[in-house]
């Protein structure tokens, strides 16, 4: 007899005298949805439906419409009907299942074509045999050779598929995986199969692995990076997808994707790493600023106020242009490295030190709370920068400007700071270099009106409302025979009034409008000299200057299409190079000596005169003089001031020196010379003396508009010495406004 226990747990199968057949068998026929019924037979060997049904289950009952104990006992033939097609006589064996197709009968009359598959299982003790009767129902059929199909036409398709692909049981054993995987791992299908798959996941992977595994189990599809090691040792970087599946006769488990992104990865990382890092010097570029900048501009809940005690130090070098115009790109490398190197190491673990571009380098530094912590972590990056530079065998001293912005309480943008610093380093540079300065309201303030002028010059340069006031230079004499003009641009602001030419010159080099500037300049000049030609030549003016020149400054020179922009002006005027004469500075030549020096050296072969203008301010590197294109100079007032007549030789003062020996070297040279700001009688006579042949000044004559000059010119260009008090005071100096 079946247990007691079994059957009141499986209510639904027939109970009868199935005695020793298999428990476990039965508990599986019992669950199963499939019809089965347990038969013996009378004797051996026996056709199918000589055998008794001793036990059903509720499937077979259902199948039959008879309850399963009313199935007990009867004759199978009562159940089954052969077909006519199927052959004869399939008996019931002792040693191999057989399959046959007949009729089920149901209780309703109605029959079912169905397949039996009957298999042989002894009785316990070996003395009597029962055949289990499995009924597969047509739909059946259907549905698992469709879900076989699926099966197969699934693992083609992964066994083909270039993705690795595996299929895991619940254990976490691969039960199987196709040759992408067996490849990526490097160990073939077959061994890997049955073998535990997270044994290939590198140590500290594996409890996120774990994870994973457990969330997918219990119905989620997930997806983690993750590493896996192979056979030959190395470390893969993997994408992981996974998703549950049952895979028939193996249960619960999951399929996953493994793709190798090694070296996608390797080359996202490169990339994110190019796009927030200085390629030269390895520092965070000005995007990576940027960003930290906005962190810390945002205010944290909890935090009093956003920024606090942040200080953001923009160092500049002040002569770098230098290093590289002189030395080379590649030494100029070299310098923003080591430098690079040395700003590194003046701030603390957790500061940042970027390089937002060119010579510009930006510390981002905490605890910059008082003015003494600012103060002291400046003069460490002003003496970095300033122990020497070995570069090319030579030992370079550099010096840099630093503009520092507190990041405390404000409410502006990331690019805002940037921009504020640069104002506070431009401030510390015009102070001098060497040295740094704090944005503070006065500052900001400055600032603010520098850009307001900015923006109203670049209009004013579009309108054409700046002018030209021209100062005679003169043959020194009683009366002074004027010789050629120096152009002197002129901008009256609608409500400051006139501007300074040296403050809006300054504003327009810093905002790049000087090209503008110059260009129009030269075009008003060459407009003028031609119409005061014209009427020379008409008669109507009996003088006439041989040149006008113009003030050129360094980024005009070193401007793109600069000398062909020069050669249209005057060619559009009907004039000629030689009717020019284009006044540089010393230090604009220094600064990037072999971008101009071709320039000049071209316009000057066509006619051009050059001067260097404010001689004896600059570098005042004499030994270069001789191999400049240059014509004359223009010894700066500075020097002219100071001259007195008192005493000859150096008794006259170290002023009167000076302008000796820059005379006399003009002399060697066979330049000549222009003396600037000659105000007095006594410092024309010092200066005649000297043997100085040209001079402007406002002895003579102050810059004078278009009307004033053509007077002069209509007088014969005659002019009288008009001495100045020495004081300032005199005058009438246009309205100071400063930037
Ligand atoms: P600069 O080239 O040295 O021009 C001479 C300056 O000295 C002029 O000042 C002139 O008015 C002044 N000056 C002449 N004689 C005397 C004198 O006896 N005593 C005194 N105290 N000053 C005298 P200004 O017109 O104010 O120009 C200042 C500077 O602005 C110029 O110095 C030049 O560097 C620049 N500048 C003027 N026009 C232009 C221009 O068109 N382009 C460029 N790039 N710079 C210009
Ligand atoms: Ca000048
Ligand atoms: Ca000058």
Known sequence: MLND??????????????????AALLHFAAAADQPVLVVSRPQAPAPLEIARVRWANTAAADLFGVASDHLVDRAVTRLLRRREESPEGEHLSRDRRIRCTVDALTSGGESRHVEVVAWPVPEREGREWFWVLAVVLPED??????LRAAEERFATLAQSSPVPTIVSDVGARLSR????????????????????WLTHVVDDERSGVVEAVARVLAGERVTLDTRLRNAAGQVRWVAVRLAPSRTPGYGAGFIGTVEDVTDRLAREHRLAYQAQHDLLTGLPNRLALLERLTDLLTPQAGAPQAGSGVGVLMVDLDDFKTVNDGLGPEAGDAVLVEIARRLARTVRGGDMVARPGG?????????????DAVQATARRVLDAVLAPVEVNGLRLRLVASIGVVLLEGLTCSAEEVVRDAGIAVHEAKAAGGGRWTLLDDEVRQRARRALRLVADLREALSRGTVDVHYQPIVRPGS???????EALCRWTHPELGPIRPDVFVELAERANLVPLLDAHVLALACRDLASWRAAHVAGDLPHTPAYVAVNVSAVSLAAEGFSAGVRQTIAAAGLHLRDICLEVTETSLASDLRACRTVLEELRRDGARVAIDDFGTGYSSLAYLKDLPVDHLKVDRSFVRDLHSVGEGVAGGPARAVAAAVVSLARTLGLGIVAEGVETLEQDAVIRDLGCEAVQGFLYSRPLTREALVEVLRAGGLLHPHPLAPTPAHVPAPREVTA
């Open 5 to 22: 226990a079994w059957r009141s747990q499986h209510a639904g199968g027939s109970d009868d005298s199935t005695t020793g057949v298999d």
């Open 141 to 146: 059929e259907r549905a698992q050779a469709a």
């Open 177 to 196: 995986v196709n040759d992408a995987f067996a490849e990526l791992i490097g160990l073939p299908a077959e061994e890997l199969c049955g073998t535990a």
């Open 359 to 371: 010579d510009e380098f930006v510390l981002v530094c905490a605890d910059l709370t008082d003015l």
């Open 479 to 485: 009366p002074a025979e004027l010789l050629s003009l």
